[in-house]
């Protein structure tokens, strides 16, 4: 793979994130076309919520490089009135003990075909995503394209698609009190987060 990064004349990158890895391994920044990647509207728009929960999602594995933990230890410690923690996919092993844990805190509902998820989304109010790493996090779009605010880590190319601020927030990877404090504000402040 190295060699064929040499190699070619170009590189797609999707992601101001990915573009810093690249050159921090010595590729060329002249070689690298940032494209970030985009959702079909079709598939992914927002449809009335029908109550009143603050509802958290998260799409995607449930693995620790996704940061599931932070997410799960956040919510856990914050126990926000009239509020929920909605988790979407497929499950890893390796959260088990998260799992275990965070019991009662959340609502795991495993993997949901794609076409359905627009369903999931437009029943919350934030999209959590706390990778530690994740070239392109596409699930930060799809929630977008459903109306939700975005809490997102720095490693997950959601600098590209989030304004600070205006569709949601960017915090430091592994920072549960970061989240915490974006969670509560959004709680709080519900307007805004819907103008979000």
Same mark, same amino acid.
């Given at each position: 793979e190295?060699?064929?990064?040499?190699?070619?004349?170009? /590189?797609? =990158?999707?992601?101001?994130?990915?573009?810093?890895?690249?050159?921090?391994?010595?590729?060329?920044?002249?070689?690298? /076309?940032? /494209?970030? $990647?985009?959702? @079909?509207?079709?598939?992914?728009? *927002?449809?009335?919520?029908?109550? @009143?929960?603050f509802?958290?999602?998260?799409?995607?594995?449930?693995?620790?490089?996704?940061?599931?933990?932070?997410?799960? *230890?956040?919510?856990?410690?914050?126990?926000?009135?009239?509020?929920?923690?909605?988790?979407?996919?497929?499950?890893?092993?390796?959260?088990a003990?998260?799992?275990?844990? $965070?019991?009662?805190?959340?609502?795991? =509902?495993?993997h949901?075909p794609?076409?359905?998820?627009y369903?999931?989304y437009?029943?919350?109010?934030?999209?959590?995503?706390?990778? =530690? *790493?994740?070239?392109?996090?596409?699930?930060?779009? *799809?929630?977008?394209?459903?109306?939700l605010?975005?809490?997102?880590?720095?490693?997950?190319?959601?600098?590209? /698609?989030?304004?600070?601020?205006?569709?949601?927030?960017? =915090?430091?990877?592994? @920072?549960?009190k970061?989240?915490?404090?974006?969670?509560?504000?959004?709680?709080?402040?519900?307007?805004?987060?819907?103008?979000?």
């Amino acid at each position: 793979e190295l060699k064929e990064y040499d190699e070619v004349d170009y /590189i797609s =990158i999707p992601s101001k994130f990915v573009k810093r890895t690249f050159i921090e391994k010595g590729i060329r920044e002249e070689k690298l /076309i940032h /494209i970030p $990647y985009g959702v @079909d509207l079709h598939e992914f728009r *927002q449809i009335p919520k029908k109550d @009143d929960v603050f509802r958290v999602v998260y799409a995607g594995a449930m693995t620790l490089q996704k940061g599931v933990h932070y997410l799960l *230890q956040a919510f856990s410690e914050l126990n926000l009135p009239l509020s929920e923690l909605l988790l979407v996919g497929g499950f890893n092993d390796e959260i088990a003990p998260f799992f275990k844990e $965070y019991e009662g805190s959340y609502k795991w =509902i495993g993997h949901v075909p794609q076409r359905e998820l627009y369903k999931y989304y437009s029943e919350s109010s934030v999209f959590a995503f706390m990778s =530690i *790493q994740d070239g392109f996090g596409m699930v930060m779009a *799809q929630a977008m394209a459903c109306g939700l605010p975005v809490i997102c880590t720095l490693n997950t190319g959601g600098e590209d /698609i989030v304004r600070e601020g205006i569709d949601g927030f960017i =915090i430091p990877i592994r @920072d549960v009190k970061a989240l915490k404090e974006k969670l509560v504000y959004l709680h709080e402040n519900i307007e805004m987060c819907k103008a979000m």
